[in-house]
């Protein structure tokens, strides 16, 4: 594992205690508690001694794209840190699935009428049951993942009646290069229709305004472990 320089590792916790500070301004001007905000850490791609810092914080919500990747690094550090919550924000290939339900505390990307049947079937073999998040396309991108906002709640209240699924939110990415309000907008109006009230959007350059349109869970990386891919700078933005 890479080590991680001691600049850096002070580095992303005065950036998370940053975000912490952000966030609480966003959800006072929007008249929200700050406690109904969850701020799940994109951990993606980093190693344990780049976390461990955070998990010292005393943060425990995090978020990963990868079963595999995240088997491979927070199986060990639960024993340290049983409270730890792992949030799957990646695509769930099928394959996974039945790994996806054992290790993930949450899945946020529920996207397709197939992974909602295999779920379900993982669900009652294993007896065990995450938090589900629907991903809708907002932006209805050919090349992105997510059922279409015109579908939704059809999904939704289906998987939940005929298939006992924990759907509890929703889980949005808008298109890049476009004001992200009204794809929060329409996601908190579908959510509204599906009576659910939790809603996973918002990143580093988007989250205050998501938390202005009602997001329960902002998913930011950048803004406090940096970018994966610039060696020899702290790890944070």
């Not at 590792?9 to 959800?27: D, P, R, Y």
């Not at 899945?107 to 938090?131: G, H, W, Y």
């Not at 015109?150 to 290069?177: T, W």
């Amino acid at each position: 594992m890479q080590k991680t320089s001691d600049k850096a590792v002070c580095s992303s916790v005065v950036a998370l205690q940053g975000i912490f500070a952000k966030i609480e301004k966003a959800a006072t001007e929007s008249n929200r508690s700050f406690s109904d905000i969850t701020l799940v850490v994109v951990s993606k791609k980093f190693d344990v001694p780049e976390i461990l810092p955070l998990l010292q914080a005393g943060h425990r919500h995090f978020g990963e794209n990868r079963v595999q990747e995240a088997q491979a690094k927070w199986s060990a550090l639960r024993f340290d840190f049983p409270d730890i919550k792992l949030h799957l924000i990646g695509p769930l290939q099928s394959n996974k699935a039945a790994e996806a339900v054992q290790f993930f505390d949450v899945i946020e990307t529920v996207d397709r009428e197939k992974i909602a049947v295999i779920l379900a079937q993982e669900i009652s073999k294993q007896n065990r049951c995450p938090q589900l998040y629907v991903q809708v396309n907002t932006g209805r991108e050919p090349q992105k993942a997510g059922i279409s906002p015109q579908d939704a709640v059809a999904f939704i209240r289906h998987y939940k009646s005929s298939y006992h699924l924990n759907i509890e939110g929703l889980m949005c990415i808008p298109p890049a290069g476009e004001n992200p309000g009204p794809h929060f907008a329409l996601l908190e109006q579908i959510g509204r229709e599906a009576n659910l009230t939790r809603f996973s959007m918002g990143m580093s350059r988007d989250f205050e305004t998501a938390i202005a349109f009602g997001a329960t869970n902002v998913r930011i990386g950048s803004a406090i472990l940096g970018h994966r891919d610039d060696p020899g700078q702290p790890r944070r933005l």
